[in-house]
């Protein structure tokens, strides 16, 4: 007889405390109006009978209260089907709710009112899935909620891999997660939470970037969102490429909850949430995190690099409830990383240190904000956000090599820190069934603090044979940003809408105004066929790092020679098809056009231009840039899916698209993000195991691949005799890297307690399977004096266990 392998020793253990009795949850949520935000009094709310209900012939349900809230109590665990249905609006049918003994599900339903006024209702089964939350955004936009992030595998407990499934969006580097959208650099995506821009949110982050090897944000805390590739709503501003739109969920506002989990890649972390002041209808959240990879290297198990990353990230949502003067509520994240490379301990194919240096960087952010709701009336509403946030990085580096004794020699000294101080405010108006209106403003004061010191490869003029301090960067002082925006939706028709509005953006520091339409037609021209059409013009600012580099004249005085660069300019131009030839099933097809202008590109004859940059950790430093330059995506985009029902769900997404731009040479060349074409399929299955329903194995998959991304050669030559890297800039981006390919299983097990209110996940995800050595990118080595290829991170088995009560 073989004997037990222990490992298995511990899930064997989770299936053997099960028994036989049934065990059921509580159902609590709220009904509004989708457009005035009020609640819908008296809604009808009834849970739908399933293979999971075995008391289908006497169906739970509940009525709303003045409130708006509802609560059904004794759900059978497992999935769930809600109809929500009030007169004179349109019915919703909300599947796949997950219901456990270890939490209370909580829902959000938003009705939007039937365009006629009906004597009575006729109820069809909707599935809503397919619709962003943002109302008024109606082309290019894709809402996703936790169990997404947590569900699919390869995700890593990250929304931007998450994200990096959907049609449009190339994210084929496993060391960070920028998102590169429709071939846009990463730098033109806009961070929102809960209504106001923030900061990058990941660990390790850098001044001007939008992405990190890790991220900040809880899933656990995340609320459904929304996620937008182009053409977006007016109300979005300095942005190029697409929106992350972030709410966070509220807490439990009945009864207390707890959650500790352990995630490889996610972290410690421990989550508490309850009532607060139930006379007004208040709650609080609140998780902490903390990074587990030290563990996972001293395991020996490869991380990318052999350095340890130290993180952790807290996050909390207050809500005070209602009052005489409106709902307030109180949230925030913060976070703090660091980790340190040492030549010493380096191998000469890490990803991103060099064994001839030692290397510390330290990284924090945060964002702290006070939302406020009032109601004005039952179809109006203010709604006002007052934020601060920080964001800041220290980055230090030694020389190992100057010294012949080993001695380690300062050769780089990089202190960023900035403070913003945001206010958002809008009105938004339900007119009519057919009108809503909405305004508002985003007045945004940022102080920044920033110093780059080098005495890399500088000349040695004091004559002590040492090299000299260069301050390539040296600012202490404010940027002031405005924005306004008014929007309208108007259903012209039953099956005809019309989504218009003019986003305004001021920069004071260079005195720039953009005037932005943007609009969008739908056309339910079948009832199960929609066709979309959409433009928007987008401005942005330049990445901060990109005003501030300073260039030595002759008289030894420095000059910022990029301060007065304007808006990058890019018009969208989208044409959308949309198909649901089943209740759980979307045919999606988007074809668009994008048109860049106002590039900073170099006043000498060039390859360069700032749409290849954003994927790292730092900016080229360039000077005399001038917004000369061009660029121009164009793609086509396919997705095929199965919301989760039945007890699986698939997803196929293929996009097609070329990138290119040019400098100031007039060269048209593919830019560093033209991969060609992503491919993405997943598909998962729950299956329950016995007959209590307590009990679920769940398998899911995912294959991605990928175009490789161009990339400029290596002057093996000049890098010899400079000593670092050098490139053949008049051959820029004419190579490309081997494509990408990559497939991910994952296996997980939920329990229900039979006796108590508690649940357990247990989740193993098998990364790279196939351990494909997939290309990170080409490099000179300083220590050999050759061109190498770097690889990406290979097989890596991610493992998570959650535990709920």
């Known amino acids: 007889m073989k004997s037990i392998h222990p490992f298995l020793l511990p899930l064997m253990l989770l299936f053997t405390t099960a028994s036989i009795f049934a065990q059921t949850s509580t159902l609590r949520g709220v009904v509004l109006d989708k457009q005035a935000e009020t609640p819908l009094i008296g809604a009808t709310v009834v849970l739908l009978a399933n293979a999971a209900t075995s008391e289908a012939d006497t169906p739970l349900g509940a009525t709303t209260d003045v409130n708006g809230k509802f609560t059904i109590a004794n759900v059978p665990v497992g999935r769930q089907t809600l109809r929500v249905t009030y007169l004179g609006y349109e019915p919703q049918t909300i599947p796949n709710i997950l219901v456990t003994a270890g939490k209370e599900a909580q829902l959000d339903v938003r009705l939007e009112e039937s365009f006629t006024k009906m004597g009575e209702v006729v109820i069809t089964a909707q599935v809503n899935k397919d619709r ?27 929304v931007a891999k998450l994200v990096a499934n959907f049609a449009g969006v190339a994210a084929n580097n496993d060391a960070r997660n920028d998102i590169v959208i429709r071939g846009n650099s990463p730098t033109g995506v806009l961070w929102r939470l809960e209504g106001i821009p923030i900061p990058n949110p990941n660990h390790f982050s850098t ?72 006379q007004h209808d208040g709650s609080f959240v ?65 990803l991103f240190a060099n064994p001839n240096e030692n290397a510390y960087n330290v990284s924090k952010f945060g964002v702290v904000g006070l939302k406020h709701n009032l109601l004005l009336n039952d179809r109006s509403y203010v709604r006002t956000v007052l934020s601060a946030s920080h964001s800041g990085n220290t980055y230090t580096a030694d020389d190992l090599t100057i010294d012949d004794n080993g001695t380690p020699f300062q050769i780089w000294d990089v202190r960023d820190a900035g403070n913003t101080y945001r206010l958002s405010s809008y009105y938004n108006l339900k007119a009519s069934s057919r009108l809503t ?155 668009y056009y994008q048109d860049l202008s106002n590039v900073p590109v170099e006043r000498i004859s060039s390859s360069f231009s700032i749409l290849n940059t954003g994927a790292d950790f730092i900016f080229p430093e360039k000077n005399n840039l001038v917004n000369n330059g061009t660029g121009r995506n164009v793609g086509a985009e396919l997705t095929v899916e199965k919301f989760f029902s039945q007890g699986w769900y698939s997803l196929l997404t293929v996009s097609l698209f070329e990138s290119t731009y040019k400098g100031s040479d007039g060269v048209e060349r593919s830019t560093a993000f033209d991969g060609g074409y992503v491919l993405n399929a997943l598909a998962g299955k ?59 299983v994952k296996v997980g097990f939920r329990l229900n307690s039979a006796k108590r209110k508690l649940s357990q996940t247990f989740f193993l995800d098998f990364q790279n399977v196939t351990n494909k050595a997939n290309i990170f990118a080409m490099r000179y080595n300083e220590v050999r004096g050759n061109v190498g290829r770097i690889d990406q991170i290979g097989f890596f088995p991610d493992l998570l266990y959650r535990i709920e009560f």
């Open 686 to 744: 729950e299956f329950k195991l016995g007959d209590s329903g307590r009990r679920f194995l769940t398998l899911d998959t995912k294959l991605t691949a990928a175009g490789g991304r161009p990339y400029t050669p290596i002057n093996l030559e000049a890098s010899q005799a400079a000593g670092e890297e050098v490139l053949y800039d008049d051959q820029a981006f004419s190579l490309r890297l081997d494509d990408y390919f990559r497939w991910d």
């Open 437 to 591: 209106l909405r305004s508002g403003i985003l007045v945004q004061q940022q102080q920044l603090n920033t110093q780059v010191r080098t005495r890399n490869n500088t000349p040695d003029l004091d004559d002590d044979g040492l090299p000299d301090w260069f301050t390539e960067r040296d600012f202490d002082g404010w940027f002031h940003q405005s924005e306004a925006y008014a929007q309208a939706q108007y259903r012209l028709t039953k099956t005809l809408t019309l989504n218009a509005g003019l986003h305004t953006l001021y920069f004071a520091k260079t005195e720039d105004f953009a005037l932005e339409p943007r609009a969008a037609l739908n056309w339910q021209f079948a009832p199960k066929h929609t066709l979309s059409l959409g433009y928007g013009m987008h401005n942005q600012t330049q990445p901060l790092p990109v005003f501030l580099f300073r260039e030595r004249q002759a008289d030894g005085s420095f000059v910022e020679t990029n301060s007065n660069l304007g808006f990058t300019r890019n018009q969208h131009f989208v044409l959308g098809y949309d198909f649901k030839p089943a209740p759980s099933w979307r045919v999606k097809a988007e074809a």
């Open 132 to 158: 962003p939350m943002n109302e008024l955004a109606t082309i290019s936009a894709r809402q996703f909620n936790t169990e997404e992030v947590m569900r699919y595998s390869g995700g890593r407990n990250d």
């Open 207 to 278: 001044l001007g970037t939008t992405g990190g090897p890790v991220s900040a944000l809880n899933p656990n805390m995340i609320a459904n969102s929304d996620f937008l590739t182009g053409a977006f709503p007016a109300e979005y501003g300095n942005a190029l490429a697409g929106v992350f739109d972030i709410n966070l969920r509220t807490g439990n506002k009945e009864r207390p909850e707890y959650m500790v989990q352990l995630g490889a890649f996610s972290g410690l972390e421990a989550l508490v949430e309850g009532p607060l002041n139930k």
């Open 286 to 350: 609140v998780a902490y995190r903390h990074s587990f990879t030290e563990l996972a290297s001293a395991a020996g198990l490869n991380i990318g690099t052999t350095a340890t990353p130290r993180y952790k990230d807290l996050s909390f949502n207050v809500d005070f409830g209602n009052g005489k003067a409106g709902k307030w509520s109180l949230f925030g994240i913060g976070g703090h990383s660091a980790i340190d490379f040492l030549g010493a301990e380096i191998d000469t194919t890490d």
